[in-house]
C-alpha cells in the first residue's frame, strides 16, 4: 500500500548526480553534509533528526552552518562565504525552514540559496502516510517544479500610477533542463509517465516554448509516457482523483501551486519532504513548513517533514537501507499513534517522538 | 462581411444601444454597484427575451439542445439566437458575429470554444477575445455541496469571484531574444477597484460575512501587491463584512483539507482558474458548477470550468446540470425568478437521484435520462408545459 509505495518510490532520488557521491564516501567513509538548522523550529527539529541519525549510526559527519545574509563586495546580498564553501565541498545540504524577513532589505534567503546554488529543480515527492488520515488515501505522485524563472522571476514595473506589470520569464534552456531532469527521475524511480502541466491556449508563446522543450526532451525517453495537460483540468482532476497522477512537470507558480495542493493531499507541508537540484550536482533537502515561530523552543515542533526530507537525502546519496530503516522507524511510531505532536493529532513533546524514533531503529 | 465592415458595423451598433440604454434604462448603466435598481436587458416582441446562443465545441451543442428542448417544455419566455463560432477558422469573423450578437441581446449562453494551443501566438482564444472585448469582468462561480453526490469534504459553500479580463490573461508575450520568452501580467488599480466592489456588494447582498482575497504578493509584490491594496481599501468601507487575505498555496492547501472555512473569494484572473477547479473538483466535478461573467452591460453564462469535454462529445453521457443550472442563471438574469426556481428545484431533485448520475459523477445514466427527468419533475409541480 502506501507504505510500499513510499519504498520503491523514493528508492533512488536524483539519478544524475551518483558517480560524485561514490567519490566522497571514499574518505572515512563518512560524508559531510551541511547542515543549515533555520530559524523559529528550525535548531529543536535539526537536533531531533541529528538524533535519530546517530542513533541509526548513519556515517554523515553535520557541518552546521549559519546562511544569514551578508553584504558581500559590490553590494550584492550574498550568504556567508564559508556556509558557500561547505556546501561546495560536500555537495549535499539539509536545511531547516528560513525566516523571511520583511524589511531586512535583502531578498528571501530561500532566494538566496537558490540563486547561489542554481537550484533549478525542486522535487516533492507526495505518498499518503498510513496512519496518518486524510480524506485522499493512495496519493502517490510526485511534483518537479522549476525553480530559477517562470513568474517568480521578480520583474515588475509600474507602468503608470495604477498600472502594474509582472513579467514571466521562460527560457529554452531552462525549459529544456527542467524537462530532462523530469525524465531522467522518472527513469531512475521506476515512474512510468511525466505530465507537462501548462496554460497554453492562454499564454501560447511562454508555455508554448515550455511545451516545445517538453516534447523535444520526451523524444529522448520512449519508454516514458508524456502526457500534456491543462492546469485548470489538473487541478480539478487532482481533488476528485490523485492516483491518475505520476510524475509532473512544469513552470514556476504552476508547480508552486500544485506542490502544496498535493503536499495538503497527503497531510500538509508538516510531512512532505522536498529536494532541491543543483546545476553543480548540488543537492539541498529541506522541510518546506515554516518557521513556526509560536512553538519554537517549546519542544512541540514535528520532525516528520526534516526528517523525510533526510531520508530523500540518503537515498540520493545511495544509502538506500538506511533510509528506508529511519523512514520505516517513523512511519511505524505514527502509525501506532502513541507519541504524535500536535500538529499530528495528539499531545506529545517533540523529543518524546523522536525518542520513539530513535528507539525503534535501536531495535530493529 | 469583411472584417473591417463588421468591426463598423458593431462600433455602429454598440453607438446605437448604448444611446438606448441610457434613455430607456438610465439605471443600467450604473454598475452592478445598485442591483436594486438594475434591470435586464429590455425584452421584445411581446415579453419574451431574446439571448443569445453560442454551442462551442466538444458537449457544448448537445448540452445547449437540451436547454433549448427543456426552455421550450416549460414555456420558458425565451427565443434562442444561435451563433455558431467554428474555432478551425483561423479568421476572427465568427467571434466578432457572437460579440455583436451579444451586444445586441445583452445576455447569453455559451458552450466553451475550443483552443488549439499548437497553433501560433496570433490565433487568439476565443473565450478570451469574447470576455475581454464585451469587458465581462467578473467571473462567479457558486461550489456548493450538493445533496445526494457523494464528495470527500461536506458543507462545502464557497462561492469565487475572479477577475476576468487582465492579470495573466492579458496575451501580451514577447521574444526579444531567441529562446527568451516575457509574458506579461497585467494588474491595474481600477480593475482590482472594480472586481473587489464587486466582490462586497455580491458578499452584502447575499448575507455573507468573509471576503478573502487570494493572492502572492509576497513573490509578487507589486503586482498583487496592487491587487491587494485595492481589496483592503474597498473592505474598509464595508465594515459589516470580515476581510482577510491568504496566500494562494496556503489556499489550495486549505481548500483540500478544510473547505468549508472559506465563504468569498475574490482573486485575479490565474488564481482564479485554479482555485475555482479546485472547488469545482471537490463539490463534485465539472458536471455539476455553472459560472457567470458579469459585465456592466452583458452577461454571459456558462459552465463554472469551461470544458469542452471533447472525448465525451455526442456520446449521451455529458452531465448536463452544469449547463442548466447556468441556464437557470440566465433566467434569474432576466428576472424571470418564478420559471428559474422552478427549474433549480427539478434539476437538483434529479442530481440526488443516484440512479440518475451519469459517469463523472460515478454512475451510469445518460443525459437525456437526466433531461427526461428535469422535464418529468418540472411537469410534476404543475405549470403548464408542452407534452413531452
Request: net charge neutral; hydrophobic share 40%; glycine share 8%.
Amino acid at each position: 500500500m502506501a507504505g510500499n509505495a513510499w519504498r520503491s518510490m523514493l528508492s533512488q532520488v536524483g539519478g544524475a548526480t551518483k558517480p560524485a557521491l561514490s567519490a566522497a564516501f571514499s574518505r572515512r567513509g563518512m560524508q559531510t553534509v551541511t547542515l543549515i538548522p533555520g530559524d523559529g523550529i528550525g535548531p529543536e527539529i535539526s537536533a531531533a533528526v541529528m538524533k535519530i541519525f546517530e542513533a541509526a549510526k548513519a556515517p554523515i559527519q553535520w557541518e552546521e552552518k549559519n546562511v544569514t545574509a551578508i553584504k558581500g563586495p559590490g553590494g550584492r546580498w550574498m550568504i556567508p562565504s564559508d556556509a558557500k564553501e561547505s556546501m561546495d565541498r560536500s555537495k549535499i545540504g539539509l536545511k531547516g525552514p528560513l525566516k523571511t524577513p520583511i524589511a531586512a532589505g535583502h531578498p528571501s534567503m530561500n532566494l538566496l540559496l537558490r540563486k547561489t546554488f542554481d537550484l533549478y529543480a525542486n522535487v516533492r515527492p507526495c505518498v499518503s502516510i498510513e496512519g496518518y488520515k486524510t480524506p485522499y488515501t493512495d496519493v502517490n505522485l510526485v511534483t518537479i517544479r522549476e525553480n530559477t524563472e517562470g513568474e517568480y522571476s521578480g520583474i515588475e514595473h509600474l507602468i503608470v500610477d495604477g498600472v502594474v506589470q509582472s513579467i514571466k520569464l521562460i527560457t529554452e534552456d531552462a525549459s529544456r533542463r527542467i524537462a530532462e531532469y523530469a525524465f531522467e527521475y522518472a527513469r531512475n524511480n521506476q515512474r512510468s509517465s511525466v505530465t507537462a502541466v501548462h496554460k497554453a491556449n492562454i499564454m501560447r508563446m511562454s508555455d508554448g516554448l515550455f511545451l516545445r522543450k517538453c516534447r523535444e526532451v520526451a523524444e529522448n525517453y520512449k519508454d516514458i509516457k508524456f502526457t500534456e495537460m491543462y492546469l485548470d483540468t489538473v487541478c480539478l482532476n487532482m481533488v476528485q482523483d490523485p492516483t491518475q497522477f505520476d510524475v509532473l512537470v512544469m513552470p514556476n507558480l504552476y508547480g508552486d501551486i500544485l506542490s502544496d495542493l498535493c503536499a495538503g493531499l497527503i497531510g500538509g507541508l508538516g510531512v512532505t519532504p522536498s529536494g532541491n537540484i543543483g546545476a553543480n550536482g548540488v543537492a539541498i533537502f529541506e522541510s518546506v513548513h515554516g518557521t513556526a515561530p509560536d512553538i519554537a523552543g517549546l519542544d512541540m515542533a514535528n520532525p516528520t517533514a526534516l526528517l523525510l526530507s533526510a531520508v530523500m537525502m540518503l537515498r540520493h546519496m545511495g544509502l538506500h537501507e538506511l533510509g528506508s530503516k529511519i523512514q520505516m522507524a517513523c512511519f511505524d511510531t505514527i502509525r501506532d499513534k502513541k507519541v504524535l505532536t500536535k500538529d499530528l493529532g495528539g499531545n506529545s513533546k517533540c523529543s518524546e517522538f523522536t525518542d520513539d524514533i530513535c528507539r525503534r531503529i535501536q531495535d530493529m | 462581411m469583411t472584417a473591417r465592415s463588421v468591426q463598423s458595423l458593431s462600433g455602429a451598433l454598440k453607438l446605437v444601444f448604448s444611446h438606448r440604454l441610457t434613455r430607456v434604462n438610465g439605471a443600467a448603466t450604473c454598475t452592478q454597484r445598485h442591483k436594486s435598481f438594475y434591470a435586464p436587458p429590455p425584452a421584445r416582441y411581446g415579453g419574451r427575451h431574446t439571448v443569445t446562443l453560442i454551442p462551442g465545441d466538444g458537449i457544448g451543442p448537445e448540452l445547449s439542445k437540451h436547454v433549448c428542448e427543456l426552455f421550450r417544455f416549460c414555456c420558458v419566455p425565451v427565443d434562442f439566437e444561435v451563433v455558431n463560432v467554428d474555432s478551425t477558422k483561423d479568421s476572427e469573423d465568427d467571434i466578432n458575429n457572437a460579440i455583436m450578437a451579444i451586444r445586441r441581446n445583452g445576455v447569453a449562453l455559451k458552450g466553451n470554444i475550443e483552443t488549439n494551443h499548437n497553433l501560433p501566438p496570433s490565433y487568439k482564444s476565443r473565450n478570451n477575445l469574447l470576455r475581454t472585448t464585451l469587458d465581462l469582468y467578473a467571473n462567479v462561480m457558486h461550489c456548493q455541496s450538493l445533496p445526494g453526490v457523494r464528495t470527500r469534504h461536506t458543507n462545502i459553500d464557497i462561492m469565487i469571484i475572479r477577475e476576468n479580463t487582465e492579470g495573466e490573461y492579458s496575451s501580451l508575450e514577447h521574444e526579444n531574444v531567441p529562446g527568451v520568452v516575457e509574458c506579461l501580467k497585467i494588474i491595474t488599480r481600477t480593475k482590482s477597484l472594480r472586481i473587489a466592489d464587486y466582490a462586497f456588494q455580491t458578499a452584502r447582498a447575499s448575507g455573507r460575512r468573509r471576503v478573502t482575497a487570494v493572492h502572492k504578493a509576497n513573490i509578487m509584490k507589486l503586482a498583487d501587491g496592487l491587487f491587494l491594496e485595492c481589496c483592503k481599501e474597498v473592505a474598509s468601507g464595508y465594515p459589516e463584512i470580515t476581510f482577510d487575505s491568504m496566500i494562494v498555496d496556503n489556499t489550495t492547501m486549505q481548500l483540500v483539507s478544510r473547505p468549508q472555512q472559506f465563504d468569498v473569494m475574490v482573486m485575479p484572473n490565474l488564481y482564479g482558474n485554479v482555485v475555482s477547479n479546485v472547488c469545482a473538483g471537490l463539490v463534485g466535478g465539472p458536471g455539476l458548477v455553472p459560472g457567470a461573467n458579469y459585465g456592466t452591460d452583458y452577461a454571459v453564462f456558462e459552465t463554472g470550468t469551461r470544458n469542452t469535454g471533447k472525448s465525451i462529445a455526442n456520446s449521451n453521457t455529458a452531465n448536463p446540470t452544469a449547463m442548466l443550472l447556468a441556464s437557470c442563471l440566465l433566467l434569474d438574469h432576466l428576472k424571470l425568478h418564478a420559471y428559474a426556481s422552478m427549474l433549480r428545484r427539478a434539476i437538483l431533485s434529479t442530481v440526488s437521484e443516484t440512479r440518475l448520475h451519469t459517469a463523472d459523477l460515478g454512475g451510469h445514466g445518460s443525459t437525456s435520462e437526466v433531461v427526461r427527468s428535469v422535464m418529468n419533475a418540472v411537469q410534476s409541480t404543475g405549470p403548464l408545459t408542452l407534452s413531452i
